[in-house]
């Protein structure tokens, strides 16, 4: 193993325990929200406020923000822009979070901006009435002091979760804002109707903005954003489907309308067609639709809530396989038969895991199991590779094994493929 990889492991594996202080926490915490923020204000003053220093584009949503946040930076940079972006959660290794054009953080400038970044937490924890900042919050900031060491022309950050209180909310006035599709996810958090969940993600629109979102979101849902964008001054721009398709190397009908937002925004920032062409045919994803191997085809696909596999089920029509081979997981909160209610009918056999990240709590999936109604034989392990085995071993030539239900489980399983080491080396998922 490298020095440079050692050292990067190292800083990963740091920033990553800072969930093992008990305190309030993002992902279930009801009340007094707004901490966040200032927690996260507090950590990058200590830092000299690199936020302030970047023009940014900020994107959020229910489904799709991924998507569109990677083909904004892919269009931006083939226009000749340099441009950042943060995503998350990572699929296989927490470098792909951040990446400048297209180019993941390198093993030793991640090992040196967090040991930047321990004196700055360390303050903030003692000298702040905030406590000690989360890994989300550490994170971002992280990503924040790369991209103005990088001296980017844009930012382009998916938000967390929700919108009014996520760390990335700490950024002035983007240059655009995106909201894509919203459903039902996270209802706990942000609320149980969409439109409630609308509210906390309007949060994002900022003073003088250029706003974006998807004409398929319902109209009470457009309204609620209408009704933002007007009291901040915002220019409110609805984008329909594509009448001509882009030419994307990305499997699913549903990126077309991913690509119509990216393509809309990139012009407003004055980016020609040729250079929106050529960037959106230059963009892959992992774990979104992603071909691993042929015969059997695999696929790996991170969809985690019901609108996602919803599209993920939509995608498989255009697939030709003779048998299905489902491997799932599901985070602990989610409802098992909303979200995989429309997929379980067309497999031929499933296997009900588990994902070894502890960030997230899993689904026992012996439970997982017991929600499912199928009448395809299941089998069960704790063990992720042991299902795909199972699988690979299972399926013939001409069948398909998915991989879906959760990126931590997608991209845990992408490692038979593509190693972590390989990644981080390469500086490229």
Not at 107 to 134: F, H, N, V, W
Not at 353 to 365: G, L, Q
Request: glycine residues 6%; contains cysteine; positive net charge.
């Amino acid at each position: 193993m490298s020095s440079s990889f050692r050292q990067y492991q190292d800083a990963v594996t740091y920033l990553e325990s800072l969930a093992n202080i008990k305190q309030q926490n993002y992902l279930t915490a009801t009340h007094g929200r707004s901490i966040f923020l200032r927690r996260c204000r507090a950590l990058l003053q200590q830092l000299g406020n690199p936020q302030l220093k970047l023009r940014y584009v900020h994107v959020g949503g229910t489904s799709g923000k991924g998507s569109v946040a990677t083909m904004i930076q892919s269009i931006l940079t083939a226009g000749g822009c340099r441009t950042g972006l943060y995503t998350s959660p990572y699929p296989t290794t927490f470098a792909e979070k951040i990446s400048v054009d297209g180019r993941l953080i390198g093993a030793r400038t991640m090992r040196a901006l967090t040991e930047k970044l321990k004196i700055a937490i360390d303050q903030t924890y003692l000298r702040s009435r905030y406590g000690q900042p989360s890994y989300f919050e550490a994170s971002t900031a992280l990503a924040l002091l790369y991209f103005a060491a990088q001296r980017v022309d844009y930012a382009v950050l998916e938000v967390g979760v929700g919108g009014r209180y996520d760390a990335t909310n700490v950024i002035p006035a983007p240059a655009a804002t995106v909201i894509n599709t919203i459903g039902l996810d996270h209802v706990e958090l942000l609320g149980d109707t969409v439109e409630k969940i609308a509210r906390e993600k309007a949060a994002i629109i900022k003073l003088k903005t250029h706003f974006f979102t998807p004409q398929s979101n319902p109209p009470a849902v457009r309204r609620i954003f209408q009704t933002a964008c007007r009291r901040a001054g915002a220019e409110f721009h609805l984008v329909p489907r594509p009448k001509t398709p882009f030419r994307l190397n990305l499997l699913g009908d549903h990126q077309q309308q991913n690509a119509a937002i990216a393509a809309a925004v990139c012009r407003r920032l004055g980016v020609h067609d040729a250079a929106i062409s050529r960037g959106l045919r230059r963009v892959t994803m992992p774990c979104r639709l992603e071909v691993m191997q042929k015969k059997p085809l695999v696929i790996l696909d991170g969809a985690h809530n019901q609108s996602k596999v919803k599209t993920t089920t939509a995608a498989l029509k255009h697939l030709t396989y003779k048998k299905l081979y489902l491997i799932i997981a599901l985070t602990h909160e989610r409802n098992p038969g909303a979200v995989f209610k429309n997929i379980i009918p067309l497999a031929d056999g499933l296997y009900v895991t588990r994902y070894r990240s502890a960030y997230r709590r899993c689904y026992p999936p012996l439970e997982l199991a017991r929600k499912l109604k199928t009448a395809a034989p299941i089998q069960v392990t704790l063990d992720a590779d042991r299902a795909l085995d199972r699988a690979l071993h299972k399926a013939s030539a001409r069948d398909l094994v998915l991989v879906t239900g959760s990126l931590f489980l997608a991209g845990e399983l992408r490692r038979r493929w593509r190693s972590e080491k390989r990644i981080v080396a390469e500086r490229r998922s």
